[in-house]
């Protein structure tokens, strides 16, 4: 087993926005609070202490116990459970959608990073205690992104109509599915246990969001992460101060669009575009927006209609009605827990970096924002492979037609750069520029048009010239070619597309080893993890 890292830029595959991050750019200082640092999360402590109270603590410890009842745990994790009713005690977590069977490899990168890191703190700050947390994404109503998983280069969908939060569909049919996964992946011990998980993931339980909860408690209870569903009355009654004021004043789009249009003017994009109302309306199978219209607020694609003091009611009496949009979900998870940091992919810490200006208004403390770990798994054998073609792991990060001129231009016995004749040419036509300037305005033309065709003939000759040494090392670009295409399917990242399943086929419980102990998520560079 190797590791070998390489800074995020070099990758092509993060925004602007977070290489900046990840290089303190002085710019963004403003958008977040304390960069992710071991010293800094001293500073964090602080200013949750003084903002977390007891009674909330009581609220977040019943309310897990509650939502674990029909589920054996590990003693790491009911530790983890009971000690957040201590002040000393504060959380690290991450979110991520009810993926089947966890979705993206990255699902697993995002856990470790939050596990990991808890115990980096506890080392640091011992007189502390720190919980990994899962908070899943109960509440989304995007089912066509999280029906399917890739195996083997083929999409298993779950095919059903869908309607409402996604972590209340019921779980019937996926028995259909469990037969088509166990078909692909085979007969040894470690596709058994595969097949077994699921099947007791989803075929018994009843709902996605109980399915997803035992799912993520198999895998990584012994490492002691506790899962919370935020879709809870009790949580959602916490919150209630802060919906009300989103109903009466539209405060947080005031604030965010402030906000995003600083960053706007930094060169960013906006991540999420803020509503009016960032909340939506919730009951059976129905999650949609809240809108207002001369007064009244109208519950889109139904006829639902209440005056702002029948919504406000609405809220009090029912809590449970109401969901926080892509936008106001941080600030519910802020609230409701004692959380130091905030672990995400690029795309999610981008509408963090929206968010700084409304925690404040609000007196909420911003949390710690860190990119995740980003890894791409690799066997021997594929490595070696790389070694004999003499390639280094960072060029397969280049899009296929780039990789395959790097490799000839490298391994060609002809230097196949024209930079040195165009130079030469650019020389040369200094002299006849000088003399132009001497002449007229036409003969000035004619003689940089005369140059553009020279530089332009220079190219092509170049170009044939990789063209014809691509053809001489055909065989070798088509291995080296093979092997990217199995580490970036699609041209894509692996931990993006793939399903941890088939590397499970592969490695059995030893995936999950090597990545707790080689995975540092404060180390802010890609991993390429050779097992």
Not at 216 to 244: C, M, W
Request: hydrophobic share 35%; charged share 25%.
């Amino acid at each position: 087993m190797s590791i070998h890292t390489l800074p995020y830029q070099y990758t092509g595959y993060f925004s602007k926005l977070m290489c900046d991050y990840l290089e303190e750019n002085e710019d963004l200082q403003s958008f977040y609070g304390h960069f992710p640092k071991l010293d800094n999360f001293e500073l964090q402590i602080k200013e949750k202490q003084a903002s977390f109270n007891l009674k909330s603590r009581t609220t977040l410890v019943k309310v897990l116990q509650r939502q674990y009842e029909t589920i054996d745990i590990s003693e790491a994790t009911s530790l983890h459970i009971s000690s957040l009713s201590e002040v000393n005690t504060f959380t690290i977590t991450t979110g991520h959608q009810l993926n089947l069977f966890t979705g993206p490899l990255y699902f697993l990168y995002k856990i470790f990073s939050v596990i990991n890191l808890t115990e980096k703190l506890k080392e640091k700050y011992p007189k502390f205690n720190f919980v990994p947390v899962y908070w899943m994404a109960t509440e989304d109503h995007d089912f066509e992104e999280i029906n399917y998983f890739n195996l083997f280069g083929k999409k298993l969908t779950w095919d059903r109509e869908s309607g409402g939060p996604v972590g209340a569909l019921s779980t019937k049919g996926l028995d259909q599915l469990h037969d088509i996964l166990k078909a692909e992946l085979g007969n040894s011990e470690n596709a058994q246990k595969l097949s077994q998980l699921f099947a007791k993931a989803y075929n018994d339980h009843s709902n996605l969001a109980d399915a997803t909860r035992y799912l993520g408690n198999q895998l990584f209870s012994d490492f002691g992460l506790v899962i919370i569903d935020g879709n809870d009355a009790t949580l959602k009654r916490t919150f209630i101060p802060y919906a009300e004021k989103e109903i009466i004043d539209n405060h947080s789009h005031k604030k965010i669009t402030e906000t995003s249009q600083r960053l706007k003017t930094l060169g960013y994009p906006e991540q999420v575009f803020p509503r009016e109302i960032n909340l939506f309306y919730v009951s059976e199978g129905l999650r949609e927006r809240i809108v207002e219209h001369d007064g009244s607020f109208q519950v889109k694609e139904t006829d639902l209609v209440f005056t702002k003091d029948e919504l406000l009611n609405e809220l009090d009496k029912t809590p449970e009605n109401f969901s926080p949009n892509a936008l106001l979900r941080p600030l519910y998870q802020e609230v409701i827990l004692p959380n130091l940091c905030y672990i995400g992919g690029g795309g999610e810490l981008g509408y963090w970096f929206q968010l700084k200006d409304y925690f404040e208004s609000v007196a909420v403390p911003f949390p710690i924002l860190l990119l995740r770990n980003s890894v791409l798994l690799m066997s021997e054998k594929q490595a070696e492979k790389l070694g004999k073609l003499n390639t280094k792991m960072e060029s397969l990060f280049l899009p296929s037609h780039e990789l395959e001129a790097l490799y000839t231009k490298e391994n060609s016995s002809l230097k196949i750069d024209f930079s040195k004749q165009k130079g030469h040419l650019i020389e040369q036509f200094k002299s006849l520029h000088e003399l132009a300037r001497e002449t007229d305005a036409s003969f000035e033309g004619a003689v940089a048009a005369q140059e553009k065709k020279q530089i332009n003939g220079l190219l092509r000759l170049e170009k044939r010239l990789l063209k014809a040494q691509k053809r001489k090392h055909q065989d070798e670009l088509m291995r080296l070619t093979a092997i990217q295409e199995q580490l970036f399917p699609k041209q894509n990242l692996q931990e993006r597309t793939m399903n941890f399943s088939e590397f499970y086929l592969m490695y059995g419980a030893d995936l999950f080893s090597e990545l707790k102990e080689n995975l540092d998520p404060l180390a802010h560079e890609f991993t390429i993890m050779t097992l």
